[in-house]
């Protein structure tokens, strides 16, 4: 028997004490952006250090930001590895911080106290499983929690790792990782040296769908407010005589995409790598109903819409996009005002594959904006940042690594996906470290992440502990 399967055994006998762990850290509310909640974040984050202490790591609670903006503390630990090992440096990335719980008239039970209900009637596929119900259970406390049992059981199983690790979990995640980007550039010369990121933060295809997401889409976020006149106009006295910013600012957001629902900013597909065919031919043969997922959210299937020549599942996963976010100007209040306003403004954000550069992007769409502005108008630009796309290599032998420990932990070959989002700190890692990162998440679409009864199956926990037994060993035959 291998080491990881006698890990996975202990895990096994020591199920309920690891739930019971879990729902200690649960209670524990950690609200990244409340500063009245700093005393609990930081005790959520201590917890997370004596966890990692148990499992034979040396793990301190790294300051951020500054005396007169402190931050919350990064727990931080590294282990050497075995001596003489030569095999990859692995970083461990995930964070202890939620999200605020409200509203709490919607909740069934009370965010920070932790209820474990049974599953649900019905078929197993389709409905909630055995599940423990709490703010952060599956985002991200669940998911990390999974990865620190492994650890401890290893330890407690097997002795020291036979792998070269850095863990990095922080508390801003929830509240925009302000204080991030500076401490990664502090340790960027012992981050250099890791060979790969994994992160426990994403989900699977569905139950008893484990999955790996080898992509995320990056973002350029962008405001544009146009000026006119100097102040808002009647518009009988002069409507038909000057121009109407929002009538401009309309005219020139319906100019962002062609008749196929291409981006028209000039050089936008440049730098665009496309999915090679077998990637495209593995998603169409996933076991999923994208177009059908339109009728979740009201919308018949025909309401399929995007860049033509690609399906929706490639336009979500491995196609850039615009959306106009937000629209504002004028009269906004009940009845009628005649007014020709002064102003007007829009929030336009990019969503960005590989190999797009977000800052790139903005000031491609600033000066687009810029030579399309009628004579007498005036431009204001904020560009409120955004991230890099990344990507893991089809061929990565850390993906093929992390597929096998999926198989091994759920009897079932994972499935290779990608998502529209964005998750800042895998653009990061890739931007400052060209470094790749696997996202081996176990969350399901149902798992009402952000939202009030936020859950994590304990089928999905279990994965999660066993998963991360086996990513360990498979790491260290690499």
Known sequence: MGDAQRVVEALTKDEAGAVQRLIEWLRIPSISTDPAYAGQTREAA???ADRLSEAGLQPVLRETGTKAKPGHPIVWAHYGGPEGYSGPHVLFYGHYDVQPPDPLELWESAPFEPVVRPAEKGDPKDVPGE?????GAVDDKGQVAGFLEALRSWHEVVGPLPIRLTVLIEGEEESGSVNLERFVEEEKTHLGTCDVCVISDTGMLGRGQPAITTGVRGMAYTEIILTGPDQDLHSGMWGGRVRNPINV???LLAQLHDDDQRVTLPGFYDRVIEPPQAERDAWAALPM???GGLEKIGLPREADAGEAGWTSVE?????PTCDINGIYGGYQGAGAKTVIPSKAGAKVSFRLVADQDPETIAQSFKAWVQARLPVGFGLEFHDHGGGHPGAV?????FLGAAESALEAASGTKAHLIKTGGSIPVVGLLKKELDLDTLLVGFGLDDDR???PNEKFELDCFRLCMRTHAHLIERFASL
């Open 449 to 451: 992440v952000h939202s």
């Open 393 to 397: 290599p089809f061929d990565s032998p």
């Open 315 to 319: 336009r979500e996963w491995a196609r």
């Open 289 to 291: 109903d994208h177009v």
């Open 131 to 135: 599940r423990i119900v709490a703010r």
């Open 249 to 251: 600012l309309v005219e």
């Open 46 to 48: 201590q917890w997370c």
